[in-house]
């Protein structure tokens, strides 16, 4: 027993009491999709209980791949902006079931997973130009604002003009207002876990007002078994839904490589200016998403909010252990999470006031890459600006990568430049072009 009792002693083991601790400043960073996630999936049907226990579990197992096969402090959960084309771009623009839509992610990890382990990944990422890999992740932020804009009432559509400002004097719309101002100033302040206590003050503030019914605090986890191995494999296999394979699995090959290079900087973990077991890395990401389908979630994958832990020290996968225990604790939270993600109906339109902070809050952030675009160049310019554009335009992250792709590649073609790009590229580009001709 007294052996027992130093071992739970952190005190005498200040490395060990550091990673955990790291650990749990990760999970505060990114709890906020926890609630985000299942308001967000059940859109189109899904069970949100069996979403947020999906989510927990699934995060959870995918974080302790990580530090198990490559020992590095990263975790991971739901992909914000995957999560968006799941729900907007596939399974509302297409008419495809969720079932369908967890069978081609699962499909798009498969792929990752067999090009993980042969190291053919390296070849597609180089295929397509950095401009365009900003540009992507660029346009995905614009979408996740748009998105938490219209969920908060602060913009609505409008005919004759598409769209326009909301009621601002609605007490929901002004309870949004006030999370995205309260979110802007912690994160400003560099506060950890900004995100969730906007989203927790966001929702009591909601409360107070009556917008909002407070459905208690702890209970027994929700069960999983709407979703679990829900998935429909056979109904992805149809000819239509290889563009969304394809899409799913280049958003997670580049959200991956950005993640891991990024973090694993900041950590001090590269060598020469690689990363040591990228191999296992991408390996234990690209099995993250294949686990994660089987439980009823999105695509899985590394977070930069892991920055957050290796900030406070984290340096190895024991920080991960710490962050994979206290999402399987949020299990227990469920009445609270619901209450966070409550839906407000304002004259027939359907507003999620505390969990609008946050999406505004991640689009915003995921705009850094576009300061990377070399605006002064058109043959640059041009198509990032319609890669960008067209995904909170069209609400479709595949036409925004398909005419970002197919542009570059004519503007290229047409300055004389044609051999500078990558076969790869443009096979890609002619797939895109010849569903747009033939549809």
Not at 17 to 27: C, D, N
Not at 236 to 257: C, K, N, Q, S, Y
Not at 344 to 358: F, K, R
Request: glycine share 10%; with cysteine.
């Amino acid at each position: 027993m007294a052996t027992f009792k130093r071992i739970l002693d952190f005190t005498r083991f200040p490395a060990l009491r550091k990673e955990f601790l790291a650990g749990a400043t990760t999970f505060a960073t990114m709890s906020y999709i926890i609630g985000v996630q299942p308001a967000l999936m059940t859109t189109v049907g899904m069970d949100f209980g069996a979403v947020m226990a999906a989510t927990c579990v699934a995060s959870a197992i995918g974080t302790l791949l990580m530090g198990a096969l490559a020992n590095y402090p990263i975790a991971l959960a739901p992909a914000m902006g995957h999560n968006f084309y799941f729900a907007f771009g596939v399974c509302v623009a297409l008419g495809v079931t969720w079932q369908v839509a967890l069978g081609a992610n699962f499909i798009a990890g498969a792929i990752f997973v067999a090009l993980s382990a042969v190291g053919l990944r390296e070849r597609l990422i180089d295929a397509v130009p950095q401009t365009l890999k900003d540009a992507i992740a660029a346009g995905i932020g614009l979408l996740i604002a748009f998105v938490g804009l219209k969920w908060g009432g602060i913009v609505v559509g409008k005919e004759g003009t598409l769209v326009a400002l909301g009621d601002l004097a609605s007490p929901a719309t002004r309870t949004a207002l006030a999370g995205i101002v309260l979110v802007t100033i912690l994160y400003a302040r560099q506060v950890r876990g900004a995100i969730i206590l906007a989203m927790l003050a966001t929702t009591f503030l909601g409360i107070s007002q009556g917008l909002i019914e407070l459905r208690g605090f702890v209970a027994r986890p929700p069960s999983l078994a709407p979703t679990f191995l829900e998935l429909d494999i056979a109904g992805a296999l149809r000819p239509e839904m290889l563009e969304v394979v394809l899409v799913l699995f280049f958003l997670a090959l580049f959200d991956t490589i950005g993640t891991l290079i990024g973090v694993a900087s900041q950590a001090g973990l590269l060598v020469g200016g690689k990363l040591p077991r990228a191999r296992r890395a991408l390996l234990a990401d690209s099995l993250s998403i294949v686990q994660g389908t089987l439980w009823g979630s999105s695509t899985i994958t590394s977070y930069v909010e892991s920055a957050a832990g290796v900030a406070e020290g984290a340096r190895s996968g024991l920080a991960n252990v710490a962050t994979a225990l206290l999402f399987l604790c949020a299990l227990f939270f469920f009445p609270l999470v619901q209450t966070i993600a409550a839906k407000v109906v304002v004259d027939g339109a359907e507003l999620y006031p505390a969990i609008s902070a946050p999406l505004v809050l991640v689009g915003a952030l995921m705009l850094r890459p576009a300061a990377r675009i070399p605006w002064h160049d058109p043959e640059e310019a041009i198509p990032a600006f319609l890669c960008m554009v067209m995904m909170p335009f069209s609400l479709s992250i595949a036409d925004g990568i398909g005419f970002g792709m197919v542009s570059y590649c004519l503007v290229k073609a047409a300055t004389g430049r044609g051999r500078e790009i990558d076969w790869l590229l443009i096979l890609f580009a002619l797939l895109f072009a010849c569903r747009y001709l033939l549809t």
